[in-house]
């Protein structure tokens, strides 16, 4: 079975770092597009990065310049640095990954708040 585990979410002030980290338990990591999505209250799950097995990256408007996701394959890991929080980035963040089927993880909360 694959599954996906997250840490490093919690509460920061605006301006802050964290690093969000999503361990693949499972065969074929490197074959997998990863990303990051997050929801807010009251509004739609959204793609904030996304990173392809050769290590293209993309990024949602609102994020770009403050957050890099990166992929260690040796590893089977994935992460999003994400620095100069706002309290806009508040939300929980969902790790995905994606070979002709989805794969969730189970979520972290991010709040920015003074």
């Known amino acids: 079975q694959v599954q996906l585990v997250e840490s490093g979410g919690g509460l920061v002030q605006p301006g802050g770092s964290l690093r969000l980290s999503c361990v693949y338990s499972?065969?074929?990591?490197?074959?997998?597009?990863m990303a990051w999505y997050r929801q807010a209250p009251g509004k739609p799950r959204e793609l904030v990065a996304g990173?392809?097995?050769?290590?293209?990256?993309n990024y949602a408007d609102s994020v770009k310049g403050r957050f890099t996701i990166s992929r260690d394959n040796a590893k089977n890991t994935v992460y999003l640095q994400m620095n100069n929080l706002e309290p806009e980035d508040t939300a929980v963040y969902y790790c995905?990954?994606?070979?002709?089927?989805?794969?969730w993880g189970q979520g972290t909360q991010v709040t920015v708040s003074s």
């Open positions: 995905n990954a994606k070979f002709g089927y989805n794969v």
């Open positions: 990173i392809t097995p050769g290590s293209s990256t």
């Open positions: 499972g065969n074929g990591f490197g074959r997998f597009n």
